[in-house]
């Protein structure tokens, strides 16, 4: 088979309907598959993709008996796929993406020819209108130790109640570090999103395994429930030389968030959830840095 789309859905029935319409309406060849993995909706979604499905034979709908969380949910998609069709190019895409490409199996052809990739991501168009969410820099062990002290502070202010105070306070604290002091404070550790680049970490929302990256790793870390996937699978990639490439030649949408803003009805609670996640893969991710594995 050509191409293969795993799609995980938590929750969010009617984005997961746009997406797989988006790939119906935009994909270029006919020799492809779309696997929908629910990861247990706490709503009544997987009974409507089930229904919604019904008459498109190229679509499948699995159901995961708990919520496995992004990387094993969408494992669960990956080996389904490879058992069952061994497509020649594996997409991972979030329920909110949607597919704006009409030439995409071509240009992952060209690409693939020209460079041999085992991963390669989009140009990502967000919902309030950034571009800029890949790729990102290799992770280091500063730089993570850094962030997993910041998600440990922060845990004790949500806990504390203290947490929109302190956002009001970092923000001000960045303006006076930009506009006064003439500090060059960094939003993030992402690259120039306009430029074609290689071993590059790239964003999860949207990410295209070739064929050949299926030789050496089965899909993400399941040692992560949510976060930091995407560095560590680039450092799984890397241990065996192979290729990532980011390319804003392909272009897809993300709205962004719908399925993680299900998790929790109250704010603090979604906070401490997502808090524990952040850390939790941060430790993955660090302990692999530190171990060289």
Do not use: W
């Not at 009617?14 to 309406?25: A, G, W």
């Not at 240009?107 to 991501?121: I, N, P, R, V």
């Not at 065996?240 to 009805?265: C, F, M, Q, W």
């Amino acid at each position: 088979m050509k191409i293969a789309f795993v799609i995980l859905n938590y929750n969010t029935f009617q984005e997961t309907k746009e997406c797989i319409l988006s790939i119906e309406n935009k994909i270029d060849t006919q020799d492809y598959r779309i696997i929908i993995v629910d990861n247990q909706s706490k709503d009544d979604s997987a009974d409507k993709l089930e229904k919604f499905i019904q008459q498109r034979e190229k679509a499948v709908l699995i159901r995961n008996p708990e919520n496995l969380g992004f990387a094993k949910g969408n494992n669960a998609g990956i080996a389904y796929a490879n058992k069952n069709f061994k497509p020649e190019y594996m997409v991972v895409l979030n329920s909110d993406t949607e597919l704006m490409q009409d030439n995409l199996v071509e240009t992952l052809d060209k690409e693939y020819k020209k460079s041999d990739f085992a991963l390669l991501g989009p140009l990502i168009l967000t919902a309030d209108g950034r571009c800029d969410n890949s790729p990102h820099f290799p992770p280091t062990i500063d730089h993570v130790r850094k962030e997993l002290k910041t998600f440990e502070k922060e845990e004790r202010i949500i806990r504390q109640g203290l947490y929109r105070p302190y956002c009001g306070i970092r923000f001000f604290k960045k303006i006076i570090q930009e506009k006064v002091l003439k500090r060059d404070v960094p939003d993030h550790r992402n690259m120039d999103f306009y430029q074609y680049q290689k071993q590059v970490v790239l964003q999860g929302c949207f990410i295209v395994f070739s064929e050949k990256a299926f030789n050496y790793v089965e899909g993400f870390d399941d040692r992560t429930f949510l976060y930091y996937e995407e560095p560590i699978l680039y450092l799984n990639l890397m241990k065996h030389d192979l290729v990532t490439v980011y390319d804003p030649e392909i272009v897809i949408y993300h709205k962004d968030g719908r399925s993680t803003n299900t998790v929790a009805k109250k704010g603090r609670d979604k906070l401490i959830f997502i808090n524990k996640c952040y850390q939790e893969s941060a430790k993955v991710l660090l302990k692999k840095l530190e171990s060289g594995q």
